[in-house]
């Protein structure tokens, strides 16, 4: 099933060079993917959503990023959450229910789990979580990179208690946004995905409730069922963002042969130019392998499967794939399509741009080939 319309998707795209221009948030595109429905597009029909699986929502995702990248990658953020909160529901574990009703009532959702300097990702964190006395907790912190940060309802973070008498523990929790000691800084100027306005967040004793603390977990790697959640959803619903940017590159790299001609052989398009078919072959092929990953994967998450351990070094793969043939194929089509794609009016040379977030987004190469080495390897002596 299909939620964004075509109509849809064309006015994205014409809005979307003007938001990266201008570094400003897609406010128009939001208000649009709410009223369609697609905020609660993994949200199960019994909670008032519209029931998509995550193979369903990873093919959306990639028509809404060859249309807007930025806009795409922001709404990642929201329907990661989602997904994590319908993995565990399907498990029969209710603690993030709520996520699935407020999502269903147009709340959006944010992550903010990146801190400046924390390799760790998931596994550690340097923010504060402070047991209260009712229940809940109270964070201080600096996230960094938050996505969705103009427009957020809804924030899910993580902190370290070191105080209860079972610590170390990682808590995890979500905030509202109107909840005191939240700053929102205003920092976010990046090379591409300039629209996600992924702004800085300072957590100043911010209060969550005792029914909004989802989780805590011991520190280091952990196979916990929200982490892996988490990993598949991220993963997966990343990868289909970026094969979306290389498919839209793909069609612009042929709008181009087709467009332009070549005086060294008598005025017939480039699309007859060898090097040119090469390169946008060699693109196209590059992505035909993703498809079929990203189907898989997504089904056996639809259909519950439990790969347990081997999970994290299938996801982590999948991810840096979809990412490298994603700039590969960019890369080409921007060799296969001359000068105009040097300008920054052109779609292209903002793909070309957006295109690159993928390798600084969590599992970077490094740390991917870590955990496939650690599972054909085992650990180092
Ligand atoms: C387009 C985009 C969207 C993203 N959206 C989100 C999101 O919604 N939520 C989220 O949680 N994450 C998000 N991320 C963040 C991402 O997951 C990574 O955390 C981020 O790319 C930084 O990772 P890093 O470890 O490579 O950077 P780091 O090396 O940690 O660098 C990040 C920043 O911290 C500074 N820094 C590094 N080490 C230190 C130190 N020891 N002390 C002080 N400062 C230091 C660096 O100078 C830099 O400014 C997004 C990333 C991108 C590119």
Known sequence: MAILSDAMLDRFRSRAGAYDRENRFPFEDFEELKKA??????????????????????????????????????????????????VLNRQSDHSLDFVLEEAARGELFALAISEAGNDLVLFG??????????????????????????????????????????????????????????????????????????????????????????????????????????????????????????????ELAIESAKARTSSRAGGAPKSSDPDVRRRIAGAAMALDGIHPQLEKFAGQVDAGADLGDRWFRELVGLKVRAVSAAQYAVNQCVKASGGGAYFNRSELSRLYRDVLAGSFQPSNEDSALSTVALDILGPMT
Do not use: C
């Open 125 to 250: 964190s340097q923010t504060q979580a402070v047991p209260l006395d009712d229940g809940g907790y109270e964070y201080t912190g600096t996230k960094i990179f938050t996505s969705l940060s103009p427009a957020w309802s809804r924030l899910a973070i993580f902190g370290m208690d070191s105080t209860s008498p079972d610590a170390p523990k990682l808590v995890h929790a979500v905030i509202e946004r109107d909840a005191e000691g939240i700053q929102i800084l205003d920092d976010w100027d990046t090379l591409g995905m300039r629209a996600t306005s992924g702004n800085t967040t300072k957590l100043s004793k911010v209060r969550a409730r005792a029914d909004r603390v989802h989780r805590r977990i011991d520190p280091g790697p952990s196979s916990d069922p929200l982490i892996l959640a988490i990993f598949a959803n991220f993963e997966i619903l990343l990868a289909s963002v970026y094969t979306g940017i290389a498919l839209r590159a793909v």
């Open 37 to 86: 429905g697609y905020l609660a597009a993994l949200v199960p029909e019994q909670f008032g959503g519209k029931g998509l699986s995550l193979q369903e929502v990873a093919e959306e995702q990639k028509r809404l990023a060859a249309a807007s990248a930025a806009t795409a990658l922001a709404v990642n953020m929201h329907l990661i959450w989602t997904g994590v909160a319908l």
